[in-house]
């Protein structure tokens, strides 16, 4: 069984086919990318894939239960880490009080600034923050971090509800390339020790071919192709739809 099944998902606003009738799934210790052109429902999966967008129909199966209806914190409890495309981390809260404020959250259920450093859970969140690299930055405020920390600290907090599938919507955007490598080699050597799955979307195919297991590429709300990167990069509809050639 894989860890995600994605059935037949379909969502519409308004006359517009966002995501049609996709299917696909993710496996344990797997790094899959979900590439596509602007437009082309890649954020709309994600959204149906959290809780955040109810599919007009299809099944979203995770360590087999179906989390279609249930809400975001339903789902995040139910095991999906996500980070999101503008920096999530409170600029004024240190590196380690973001960490905490995430776990208390999820232990506790309440999201509570206050508690959340009495509580410490410090072991834990320094513990996170060793895993990606930040440990040495646990007591400097998040608004003075390189962006590219920042990234890193936002990972440290999607890892706090110890997820079984990792959720990033364009997870190196504004990044340099160098940067966008080496959070991305983080990620992959995380799903890898942790044995979870993670869905990113990505424009840099550098960064797909040098590290997605698989790739599945949309355009216009269709899935096109799915398979091991280098076999669909020379899938001709690919080339058509993707890299305009
Ligand atoms: P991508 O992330 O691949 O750029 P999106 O999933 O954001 O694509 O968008 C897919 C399509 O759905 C686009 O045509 C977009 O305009 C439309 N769309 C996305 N979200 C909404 C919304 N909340 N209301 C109306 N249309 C939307
Ligand atoms: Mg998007």
């Not at 899959?32 to 954020?43: C, F």
């Amino acid at each position: 069984m894989s860890l995600l099944s994605v059935r037949h998902i379909s969502k519409r606003f308004a006359g517009v086919a966002a995501v049609s009738d996709v299917s696909f799934d993710v496996q344990a210790g797997e790094l899959l990318a979900l590439i596509g052109p602007n437009g082309a429902g890649k954020s709309t999966c994600f959204n149906m894939l959290n809780g955040q967008l109810k599919p007009d129909s299809g099944q979203v199966i995770l360590d087999g239960v179906d989390v279609v209806g249930k809400s975001p914190r339903q789902v995040w409890k139910h095991g999906v880490g996500r980070t999101f495309q503008i920096a999530a981390t409170f600029g004024s809260m240190t590196v380690l009080e973001n960490v905490q404020l995430a776990l208390h959250s999820y232990r506790s259920g309440v999201f509570a600034v206050w508690q959340a450093m009495s509580h410490s859970h410090r072991q834990d969140a320094l513990s996170l923050l060793e895993q990606v690299g930040m440990h040495e930055h646990a007591d400097r405020p998040c608004s003075v971090l390189a962006y590219g920390d920042v990234k890193r600290v936002e990972l440290a907090v999607a890892l706090s509800n110890q997820p079984k599938l990792l959720l990033m919507d364009e997870p190196t955007a504004g990044m340099a390339p160098k940067e966008r490598n080496e959070l991305i080699a983080l990620t992959k050597r995380l799903v890898i020790e942790r044995q979870i799955g993670a869905l990113f979307t990505e424009h840099s195919m550098d960064v797909v071919f040098g590290y997605a297991d698989r790739m599945i590429v949309l355009a216009r709300g269709k899935l096109i192709a799915e398979g091991e990167p280098n076999a669909v990069r020379a899938d001709p509809k690919v080339q058509e739809a993707y890299f305009g050639t």
